[in-house]
């Protein structure tokens, strides 16, 4: 972490005294939300207050993700789609030269493939508690909606659930939804974000 801290200071310093001067635009990314706002471009980060931009980059829509997989038919591209969610990395993992159901075992369903402890590992490299946010999002997708529904499944307060659902509103992992005549409503559910 060190060597870290130490780029980022040197990072500053040619910030600070060449970059502003010159026409160079120097473009940071991450694929860790948190990793990229808490150590990059957080407080205690020597860069903090020197982003001119910041992006959240999106999946690729359906239509985007289609070029990916030319041999497949648009149902099962459909298919890769809902499973990928548009995610680049995971749209490169699935072979043009085997069908779709192998596809989904061997990258889905082997203990031993990159994407079988994705959802987890994303978890465990964003939150600090991932098991709880594990619990919502498992709650979310057997179809429970409301906060005092999703609270009442998980077995948590309601304003602890609550701050988790922040969180998660806050990865692009779920959604707050509100009713479509009345959006001050405390009638609200939660749904998966599906990009």
């Keep these: ?25 120097l473009i940071l990314c991450g694929s860790s939300m948190s990793f990229m706002e808490n150590q990059v471009l957080g407080y205690q980060s020597p860069l903090y207050g020197r982003r001119t931009a910041q992006f959240k980059i999106k999946p690729f829509t359906f239509f985007e993700s289609i070029d990916f997989h030319k041999n497949f038919d648009i149902y099962d591209k459909a298919i890769i789609y809902g499973i990928t969610g548009g995610i680049p990395q995971y749209l490169a993992q699935i072979d043009d030269n085997k069908d779709l159901k192998t596809n989904i075992i061997d990258n889905f369903l082997n203990p031993n493939s990159y994407m079988f402890e994705e959802p987890l590992t ?30 009442t499944k998980t077995k948590m307060e309601t304003s602890a659930c609550n701050k988790y659902l922040i969180i998660l509103s ?12 009345n959006e001050n409503s405390k009638k609200t559910i939660y749904s998966p974000e599906l990009a």
């Excluded at 780029?7 to 635009?25: G, P, V």
């Excluded at 709880?132 to 429970?144: C, K, L």
């Excluded at 806050?170 to 005549?181: F, H, N």
């Design 1 to 25: 972490m060190s060597n870290f801290i130490s780029l980022l200071s040197s990072l500053q310093i040619k910030i600070d005294l060449k970059f502003k001067e010159s026409n160079l635009f």
């Design 122 to 151: 994303l978890l465990k490299q964003e939150l600090r508690e991932p098991q709880m946010y594990n619990e919502i999002i498992t709650a979310i997708a057997n179809g429970s909606s409301k906060l005092n529904e999703i609270s």
């Design 170 to 181: 806050s990865l692009g992992i779920v959604k707050k939804e509100y009713p479509i005549l």
